[in-house]
């Protein structure tokens, strides 16, 4: 199957620094790209749709300007939590579309665990 | 609306039990994808499975099964002989179109705990 990684896995940070997030996708062009959050006990939730090329849609609620997203290309697309505070700590998953035989299905990356301190 | 619900919040069961899980969804949608996640404690997303809105067959893989029925809008996932590797938080997803574009749409999750 269609693999996904995301770098960092871990990371603490201080208060009011930015923090990158990459996400990949290792074997398969994806044109669009999903970024969800989830705080400890909860459900995903959808953050922002990332299309290859164009700005991010962003779910209602979610600052853009807070969390920026580039997909500048089909395998690659980054999450930047801008001034984080601890708040945002989180767990933050990205995922890619991609086809698996004539269905069209998500491939979820292994997540990144925030901590801001 | 399009949603999904997983009324059951944590499940405990002994180990050998039968377990189901229970998802309903909402839909207007007339083409739709069901998917079941797990999701152990590292974190990671495993998918499980993936249902066509038009295909109500329902399946087994090992102990697991799942029973899809649309005429009351539910995708149930039922684990048998359960193992406390089976322990974990389960979602169910509806994949359906919002906003023009395609979206997951996930339940809450049921947390399954699985006692030796």
């Known amino acids: 199957g269609a693999v996904v990684s995301q770098h960092p896995s871990w990371v603490i940070c201080k208060s009011g620094t930015s923090v990158k997030i990459e996400c990949r996708s290792l074997?398969?062009?994806?044109?669009?790209m999903f970024w969800y959050r989830q705080f400890p006990k909860q459900s995903l939730m959808l953050m922002a749709t990332?299309?290859?090329?164009?700005?991010?849609?962003?779910e209602q609620g979610v600052e853009k300007d807070k969390f920026l997203i580039n997909h500048a290309s089909l395998t690659l697309s980054t999450l930047t939590v801008t001034s984080a505070h601890p708040e945002d700590s989180s767990f933050y998953i990205c995922s890619a579309d991609g086809r698996e035989g004539y269905q069209e299905t998500q491939y979820f990356g292994p997540g990144t665990r925030l901590l801001v301190l | 609306a399009q949603k999904v619900t997983q009324a059951q919040t944590e499940i405990s069961v002994v180990e050998k039990e039968d377990v189901t899980l229970d998802c309903v969804y909402e839909?207007?949608?007339?083409?739709?994808?069901l998917f079941w996640y797990k999701q152990p404690p590292s974190g990671e997303l495993v998918f499980l499975i993936r249902?066509?809105?038009?295909?109500?067959q329902n399946e087994i893989s090992g102990r697991y099964s799942w029973n899809f029925q649309k005429s009351t809008s539910s995708f149930n996932f039922t684990i048998t002989a359960s193992q406390v590797v089976d322990s974990a938080v389960y979602f169910c997803?509806?994949?359906?179109?919002?906003?023009?574009?395609?979206?997951?749409?996930f339940g809450s999750g049921t947390r399954l705990l699985v006692r030796p």
């Open positions: 839909t207007r949608d007339t083409t739709y994808y």
């Open positions: 249902r066509n809105s038009f295909d109500e």
């Open positions: 990332s299309n290859e090329g164009s700005k991010a849609t962003y």
């Open positions: 997803a509806l994949r359906a179109q919002m906003d023009s574009s395609y979206k997951l749409i």
């Open positions: 074997d398969f062009q994806a044109t669009t």
